[in-house]
Every structure is written in C-alpha cells, then in structure tokens.
C-alpha cells in the first residue's frame, strides 16, 4: 500500500508506482469517479493479465486514460466537434468512444475500431499517466457492479493478492464515468454516469 496525497502526490511515491508499471505491474489507483485498477498499455502481458484478474473477455476491451487532450490526439482520430466537446468537458467524469489511431495495441480495439479515453480530474492519475510517459488501461477496482470500493483497504479486500501495488488517495464515493461516443458530429450517450450528460442535447 502506497499513501499517497490526494490533492498535492509526492512525485517519489508516484514514481514508485511508475516503476511498477514499467515492469508490467498491476496498479490500483483513485479516480475523479472511483477506484481503478490499471496497467501500462503497451504491456500485453499484463493487459492480458488484467483481463483474467477482472474476468472479462478479451473481446471486450477496456478503456485507457491520458494525461491530456493533448496525448488524447496521439491515440484517436479527432474531429473538430469531438475536439470542441472534449476540450470544454476534460478533464472531467467521462469516456469518449472515438476512432482509434494504429499506435493503439490491438488488444485495446473493438470490432468497430474504437477505444474508451478518459482523462480524469484526479491529481495521483494525472500524475501517474504523466510520469509514464503513455496512456494507463484502466477499469473499475470491483468485482461486479454491485460491489463498487469507496477506499483502498475495501480494494485490497477485493485485490490485495492478485496486484502488485494499491495506491491510497483517500475515500472515493464511486460512481462510474458517463461513456459517450464522438464518432459521429452528434455526440451519443452510451451509459449515464457521473459526467453531467444534459450538455449533449
């Protein structure tokens, strides 16, 4: 277990958990929305482990987080309106669904060609991605739905033998990011979620 300050991260401490993650560790993390649970992505090895850890097939891919709009326009193809939206609501509680760029590994793709991006409105994430270097992959800290942590001891309780570090960054009262999908001009709701979606109609 890494104590980590939620508002103003140690870069040491952080850089313990980049380590890790050059590795091809498994970390847990806190998020704008909930508690994560992610590894490097360009680590297939340990993407492929995070998909046992989690039980989800690989058909299903996860969703990865940038540091920035910026690195966003790294791995997907942005339209000016996809732009426009993200630029006014990130860092923030969503996942946009947007083309994906050939950089992406094929593990993260769906059928249709696309990925799930977020860039968080949390400190310990934004810098963690930041010192890596690369998009993190990233999905909830829970075994199912129902059972969503608010802390890092109930995420060790859930995962404390199967990663190889826990960040604590305080308590999260989980709720999942609103996934929207800017492929298209008009912005399409996935799922509601934290995000406020009223600003897309």
Not at 15 to 23: G, H, M, S, T
Not at 46 to 70: D, Y
Not at 137 to 145: E, I, N, R
């Amino acid at each position: 277990m890494l104590y980590i300050n939620a508002e103003n991260p140690q870069q040491r401490l952080i850089d313990q958990a980049v380590e890790i993650l050059k590795r091809g560790g498994i970390v847990c993390y806190p998020t704008d929305t909930m508690y994560g649970i992610g590894c490097d992505i360009f680590n297939q090895k340990a993407v492929k482990r995070l998909h046992q850890i989690k039980n989800r097939p690989k058909k299903k891919p996860f969703s990865f987080m940038c540091c920035s709009l910026k690195r966003v326009s790294t791995y997907c193809h942005l339209s000016n309106s996809a732009y426009r939206i993200m630029k006014k609501n990130l860092p923030g509680a969503y996942t946009f669904v947007l083309p994906t760029m050939k950089i992406v590994p094929k593990i993260m793709i769906t059928k249709q060609k696309t990925v799930g991006i977020r860039v968080p409105d949390n400190p310990i994430c934004k810098m963690l991605v930041e010192s890596l270097g690369h998009p993190i992959v990233t999905t909830s800290a829970a075994k199912t739905d129902e059972e969503q942590p608010c802390s890092a001891y109930e995420v060790e309780l859930l995962f404390g033998n199967q990663v190889d570090e826990i960040i604590d960054g305080g308590d999260v009262f989980p709720s999942p990011s609103s996934v929207v999908s800017l492929i298209r001009d008009t912005p399409e709701i996935l799922r509601e979620g934290k995000g406020d979606i009223s600003i897309f109609y």
